[in-house]
Structure formats: structure tokens, C-alpha cells
């Protein structure tokens, strides 16, 4: 769990952290994708700022504007494990936005690892919407993608993770076999 104020209005953290179809600083330079936009129960993709590479997908659990969006999100360099459950939870504080970020994934896994990151993305947050540009080090981890990009490894490419492919978390099995049509409820 991460925590941070931001010193913008509840509307501004909120639209920014829902963004789709534009690069997003703070996720690592992704875009993220949606049929109709982010709603409970559709599927949703980051993918490479070159359009080439599926970096993740899952799909949007909760959709409350402006003070909770919760997604179920694989990996795809990691689709073989179970998914994670990322929440971004806002509340208006003296001085702007409070901003709780929650990662939950089973211990041990690629996707716990990968699903760490969250100091990098309220830092990056919090100095996109204050002021205009990532931390020093979310630029200096932008100008690596283009890098970065020529080492993913080709099961991500794009053309094999339509948004029509990408697996509704409620009727999939998990790892163990364990049906996940309770709610999508981790384990």
C-alpha cells in the first residue's frame, strides 16, 4: 500500500489516473485500453507507447468516479500465474487529494513482484499533476522503453492479446484449479 497527497482537486487525480489511449508517464509509459472505456466488468490492456507490445490486462472490478477504480491485472510476460488486484482509492484532504494506492498478489509470484512498483507510480503521479513532468526517474525510465521494447519477448506482441482475447477474471480458473466465479475474490 501507497500513500501520498496530491495538491490538485479530486476531479484532476481522478481523470488522470482513468486516462485511456495516451501515454501515462507514471504507469511506465503505457497506454491503457478499453472498448468504451473503463467499466465494471470490461476488459482493459496497457500496452507499449509503440503499440506493439501488451505489457498487462485484466479487467476494471470497480468503477466508482471519483473515489475508487479496481482492476484485476496478469502480466503477459507472467500469464500463467494468477491475476493481481490493483485499487486506487481518492479522497479529498486540506490541501488536495489523498491518494491510496493498493497492489494484492500472491507472495512469491513474477506478478507480486512486477505489481511492487507502486511508490514509482504515486511519485510519478503526484509530479505528472503538480508539475507536468515525471520524477527525474520516470524520465530517465521513459527514455529506456525504446530499449526496453526490442527485449520483449514475442508473446506479448499485440496481435495475440485483442481486447476480445483478454480473460474476464470472474469465469477464469486459477493456478490450483480454483474457480474464480465468486467476485473475482483473490485467494
Known sequence: MWRVVIRAPIETVWNTIV???QV??????????AEGGLQTGRPMRMV?????????????????PPTRFSHAINF?????????????????????????????ALAGTKTAKMSGSGQFIVDNLKAVIETGK??????????????????????CRIEDWPLSRVPIWGGETSQSGEDLEDGGELR
Open 48 to 64: 507499449s507507447k509503440d503499440g506493439k507490445s501488451v505489457i498487462a490486462y485484466g479487467e476494471v472490478l470497480e468503477f466508482s
Open 24 to 33: 501515462l508517464p507514471f504507469l511506465f509509459g503505457a497506454i491503457c485500453q
Open 134 to 155: 515525471p520524477t527525474f526517474g520516470g524520465r530517465m525510465m521513459l527514455m529506456m522503453n525504446p530499449i526496453v521494447s526490442l527485449l520483449t519477448p514475442a508473446r
Open 76 to 104: 503477459a510476460m507472467a500469464a500463467d500465474e494468477p491475476p493481481a488486484r490493483t485499487t486506487y482509492e481518492l479522497r479529498e484532504v486540506a490541501g488536495g487529494t489523498e491518494l491510496t494506492l493498493i497492489s494484492e
Open 19 to 21: 486516462q485511456t489511449d
